[in-house]
Structures are given as structure tokens and as C-alpha cells.
């Protein structure tokens, strides 16, 4: 089974930066890295939402709302995942989830939470203003 392990959160004020790490096990070097990696954020009351991707080619896609303020990248060799969030505001408060998706799904939707088959257990991010 995969594992996949959140850490970095925690409580800074509006304008702060974090960075979120997501650490992957249960399967090869290789297979591991061939998993598109998204992060995924759920507010309270809220539905959970996409918030950014990474293939295993490195191709990044993002949700607006955090595009220019959010940067998600992959250590291929640590097999982990990262979220480089800057000039956080109150809004992004959540629940951050780190989700793998395998490579058969392909390219597409990989901003629906129902695309992707293994989950983290979260980690809270809150802002403060």
C-alpha cells in the first residue's frame, strides 16, 4: 500500500510563507515516481479543492486562485513531494492533503480529488490576518 506522509504545516500570519512536504512509501523507486502528485486543501464547511499538480515529467498545473503565490515540486531521488506556499492570506486556511494518482488515469482532470487513489492524512495550515 502507499503511504504518503504531510508535514510543514502550521499557524503564520497573513503575508508568511510555508512550505509543505509530502513523503511517499510502499512501492519501487520507479513506480513511486511515475505518480502524478497533487495538493489538495479542504476548508471547514468547505468541499475539498484542487490546489496544485505535478506529472512525473515535472509539468505543473495550479488552481487560480493560488497561481504566482504557490509553487509544487517533486525530489525524484527523496520521492517527495513539495508545496512552497508564499504570501498566504487568511483564505487559504485548510486542511492541506498530499494525493498520488497513477500513471494509467492519464493527463486529464487531475484537478477532480476522485482522479487520484492514494491520500495523505493532512496537515492544518492556518493564517492568521
Known amino acids: 500500500q502507499v503511504q504518503l506522509v504531510e508535514s510543514g504545516g502550521g499557524l503564520v500570519q497573513a503575508g508568511g510563507s510555508l512550505r509543505l512536504s509530502c513523503a511517499t512509501s510502499g512501492r519501487t523507486f520507479r513506480t513511486l515516481n511515475s505518480y502524478t502528485m497533487g495538493w489538495f486543501r479542504q476548508a471547514p464547511g468547505k468541499e475539498r479543492e484542487f490546489v496544485a499538480a505535478?506529472?512525473?515529467?515535472?509539468?505543473?498545473h495550479y488552481a487560480d486562485s493560488v497561481k504566482g503565490r504557490f509553487t509544487i515540486s517533486r525530489d525524484n531521488v527523496k520521492i517527495t513531494v513539495y508545496l512552497q506556499m508564499n504570501s498566504l492570506g487568511p483564505e487559504d486556511t485548510a486542511v492541506y492533503y498530499c494525493?498520488?494518482?497513477?500513471?494509467?488515469?492519464?493527463?486529464?482532470?487531475?484537478?477532480?480529488?476522485?482522479?487520484?487513489?492514494?491520500w495523505g492524512q493532512g496537515t492544518q495550515v492556518t493564517v492568521s490576518s
Open positions: 505535478v506529472t512525473w515529467s515535472t509539468t505543473t
Open positions: 494525493a498520488a494518482r497513477l500513471p494509467e488515469r492519464g493527463s486529464s482532470s487531475f484537478n477532480d480529488p476522485a482522479e487520484y487513489d492514494y
